[in-house]
Every structure is written in C-alpha cells, then in structure tokens.
C-alpha cells in the first residue's frame, strides 16, 4: 500500500519512517499499520515513533495529520538519498527537540540530489504544515518536473542507495520506533533558559 491510497483513505500512518519500508525488488511497501487511524481520530496524545522522523507540530503537541507523514516522508527521501540517518550524529534529546521546534533544524541535503527531489524534500520540511505538498503534488513533480528531471540514471543511483543502505547496532537501537515521554514544550524551553542562566552565573557547577 502507497503512502497515497492511504491517504486517499483518509488515514495517516503516524509511524512512517524508513525502517518501515520493504522493499521487493524494484517494488517497495509500507510496513507497520499498528498505529494508522482516521484522520478525524486524532485525539490520542501519546507520541510513538523515531523522533528525527516525527513532525514538529506533534511534538509540540499538536495531533497527527496527513501533513505528519509528508513530513516523514521528506525525511525518509533524504534518507535514501543520502545513504545517512537523519541526525545520526546527535542524542535524541530534549536538545534535538529544541533545535527542530525552534530552530528549524533539518537533516543536511546533500549538493548532488537532484534539484527536484531537493525542492519535494524542502517543501515536505515546511514549517507550516498547511503549505506541505501532498502526495499527489509529490507524484506530479517528480514525473513532469519544471526544471530537471530525473532519468532512470538517478531512479537507479537513489534504489542503490537505499538497497545498501545499513545500519550498525547502535543506530538500529536508536532507530525503532518507541513511545516517547516528551515534555510540553514550553515548558522544555523554560527549563533549557533557567539551566543556561544559571550557568552563565556560575550557579551550577561544572
């Protein structure tokens, strides 16, 4: 099943991320329907997924929407692209939350990705989830773009990629989905300013 006809389902995946795609061959499947709802079932406010995959509205409160999963999916696609997990280089910490919340941080996109694939993955990433492309935009993109194009040259270079793409034990751990005990954000950028404040005046100890 296709991120799309889900969709057109009304549904959203809420735990889309690369590990939960299988591929067969040149065909490739989404996995792990566990926590897929309706869209209009919202209301559960446990979070449960890979953080770098999981939007910044929903971890800053906010319910899952279809919005989520392309979100998702522009993580995955620099995923593939990139042969690199988003953020493999940082703790999944109150510190990444921060970052992605407040500050827009997103995963590096590499300079050679196709200019197309690098505007989907950006508008994917928009920090508005109501400018965020939808499936069918994405599709329409990719196969009548502006400016570029991708031949089947990329098409290949991008399923080699993702084919060999592995994962070590530490990233494996890091990477499954999990229930996430995330504190309310503003609450977060408090504590994070109060701790900064204290150090600056030399009220915590190194």
Request: net charge negative; glycine share 4%.
């Amino acid at each position: 099943m296709s991120l799309g006809i889900i969709h057109l389902n009304n549904l959203v995946h809420r735990d889309f991320h690369v590990g939960n795609i299988l591929q067969n061959g040149l065909k490739t499947y989404i996995s792990d329907f566990g926590l897929c709802k309706p869209a209009h079932e919202m209301n559960d406010q446990k979070i449960y997924g890979v953080l770098p995959y999981i939007a910044p509205e929903v971890l800053r409160g906010k319910p899952y929407t279809r919005a989520s999963d392309i979100y998702s999916l522009g993580i995955i696609i620099n995923t593939i692209i990139s042969g690199k997990l988003p953020f493999d280089d940082r703790s999944f910490d109150r510190y990444l939350i921060i970052d992605i919340c407040r500050y827009g941080l997103r995963p590096e996109i590499r300079d050679e990705t196709p200019q197309v694939l690098k505007e989907i993955i950006q508008k994917c990433w928009d920090e508005n989830p109501e400018n965020c492309l939808t499936t069918f935009d994405i599709l329409n993109q990719i196969r009548f773009p502006d400016n570029s194009k991708l031949d089947y040259k990329t098409i290949e270079d991008v399923y080699s990629t993702f084919v060999s793409l592995s994962l070590d034990s530490r990233s494996q751990a890091n990477y499954k989905s999990r229930l996430l005990d995330l504190p309310n954000l503003s609450e977060l950028e408090s504590e994070l300013a109060s701790d900064s404040m204290q150090i600056s005046t030399g009220e915590i100890e190194s």
